[in-house]
T-cell receptor, first 112, second 115 residues
Framework: AQSVTQPDIHITVSEGASLELRCNYS??????LFWYVQSPGQGLQLLLK??????LVQGIKGFEAEFKRSQSSFNLRKPSVHWSDAAEYFC??????????FGTGTRLTIIP | KAGVTQTPRYLIKTRGQQVTLSCSPI?????VSWYQQTPGQGLQFLFE???????NKGNFPGRFSGRQFSNSRSEMNVSTLELGDSALYLC??????????????FGPGTRLTVL
């Protein structure tokens, strides 16, 4: 069965610092990969997605992610975080018409 | 283009009651999926409807059911509510054709509290 792992439950970074959130997926085939962000009490907003092609994908709000097949990873990055980036981030994986499977999420705290 | 809308946004019920939640997808989207989000279990898939037919189903008891109408709007029903059903229920819509470009877009959720 497909699964996705987000090893970091909670990450704290200083405003202006760089950010990397980790995501690893399991299964044999190349999946469709997504990153979503959720602000407190809100729904999920799509940040970016990867299906094929260029392994470095750009998303909204200055985020990017890199697909590395050899490491089964799809890590999310941002060069300089803003206080408004504080939220929970979810990596998700999908194969074909199967359901979307989410990781457990990483809560991001920004300190001034 | 309007996003996914869910009503109501907040709901308080007591144990044993039943509840119906509503989701209106993005115009042109034919697939609606429902998720339950709790602090302990995270995001769990309930079911997906496409063209008024259930296409995928998660591991939830039969108390959880859904349906989809011809205009793609969807409702989710939970009967005989239990305290553990307290959660944020999220609806997501997509075009539904599957495969490469079928991205899900989420609504703001319905916060259900069972007392």
């Amino acid at each position: 069965a497909q699964s996705v792992t987000q090893p970091d439950i909670h990450i704290t970074v200083s405003e202006g610092a760089s950010l990397e959130l980790r995501c690893n997926y399991s299964y044999g085939a190349t999946p469709y990969l997504f990153w979503y962000v959720q602000s407190p009490g809100q729904g999920l907003q799509l940040l970016l997605k990867y299906f094929s092609g260029d392994t470095l994908v750009q998303g909204i709000k200055g985020f990017e992610a890199e697909f590395k097949r050899s490491q089964s990873s799809f890590n999310l990055r941002k060069p300089s975080v803003h206080w408004s980036d504080a939220a929970e981030y979810f990596c998700a994986v999908k194969y074909g018409n199967e359901k979307l499977t989410f990781g457990t999420g990483t809560r991001l705290t920004i300190i001034p | 283009k309007a996003g996914v809308t869910q009503t109501p946004r907040y709901l308080i019920k007591t144990r044993g009651q039943q509840v119906t939640l509503s989701c209106s997808p993005i115009s042109g989207h034919r697939s609606v999926s429902w998720y339950q989000q709790t602090p302990g279990q995270g995001l769990q898939f309930l079911f997906e409807y496409f063209s008024e037919t259930q296409r995928n189903k998660g591991n939830f008891p039969g108390r959880f059911s859904g349906r989809q109408f011809s205009n793609s709007r969807s409702e989710m029903n939970v009967s005989t509510l239990e305290l553990g059903d307290s959660a944020l229920y999220l609806c997501a819509s997509s075009k539904g054709q599957g495969g490469l470009t079928d991205t899900q877009y989420f609504g703001p959720g319905t916060r259900l509290t069972v007392l």
